[in-house]
């Protein structure tokens, strides 16, 4: 008799923000082949806003570091079953070494997996936009993943990088209709910059409409579709 195959239970590390951990289990749902409650996937959720701000660990250089709560929180999801973890928060993956190395289950670098649905999608591309913090410009995690296939990454201009971070907050005090308008700008800036791609690479903004004749790959929407995957049909 052919045996079943076990599907695998994801912890998430969320509450960064929290708007953004629901909008991924959202996602999770509405992107599984389901006929009823079982055929979905197993999530093991702490959305714990309490992490300290990676801003002001990266920008601002005050508060305290996240990593000692990520970690913790990384053990807590291990110990409560989890086979593998995702984090929906493009930022923390600076602390994802960090974050790894507290566990002996694996997780999803959703970095290198957004990266490889772009090459995947645009072969060869040259130029990537990026929307996300300013602390995404800082750390240079899309840069470096990028650069390592040979392709070049733009931000938005100043201005309208600063008009981002104002509709990061805004978006995390519930304020959504301020922040459409600084989407559109900042990607009109990729545009003009000769930008192939955008990725959405700030799970805040993926909770706004994106509107552009531009090919964009939203990070959580990769994830949610990867973590599908490994759940249900990884070897």
């Not at 507290?102 to 999803?108: K, S």
């Not at 840069?143 to 392709?151: L, P």
Request: charged letters at 20%; one cysteine or more.
């Amino acid at each position: 008799m052919e045996s079943v195959k076990q599907e695998k239970i994801v912890g998430i590390i969320g509450g960064m923000g929290p708007g953004a951990t629901v909008d991924l289990m959202a996602r999770l749902i509405r992107l599984t082949p389901a006929l009823d409650d079982a055929d979905h996937v197993r999530c093991i959720v702490d959305n714990n806003p309490k992490v300290p701000s990676r801003i002001k660990a990266l920008i601002e250089g005050g508060g305290g570091s996240p990593v000692p709560e990520l970690q913790d929180m990384a053990r807590r999801l291990e110990a409560w079953g989890a086979d593998f973890l995702a984090m929906p928060c493009n930022t923390a993956h600076y602390y994802f070494q960090d974050i790894q190395d507290a566990v002996t289950i694996p997780m999803l670098n959703l970095i290198q997996i957004t990266v490889r649905e772009v090459l995947k999608q645009q072969p060869g591309i040259v130029k990537v936009g990026i929307l996300g913090s300013t602390a995404m410009q800082l750390t240079g995690l899309y840069q470096r993943a990028f650069s390592a296939i040979g392709a070049e990454v733009v931000y938005p201009e100043p201005s309208a990088q600063d008009r981002i971070m104002a509709a990061i907050k805004d978006i995390k005090k519930g304020r959504m209709d301020q922040a459409a308008a600084a989407l559109d700008a900042a990607v009109t800036s990729l545009e003009s910059q000769g930008a192939r791609a955008v990725v959405v690479a700030c799970t805040e903004l993926s909770l706004l409409p994106f509107a552009s004749s531009l090919p964009h790959y939203d990070a959580a929407d990769i994830l949610a579709r990867e973590i599908i995957r490994v759940c249900k049909w990884q070897d």
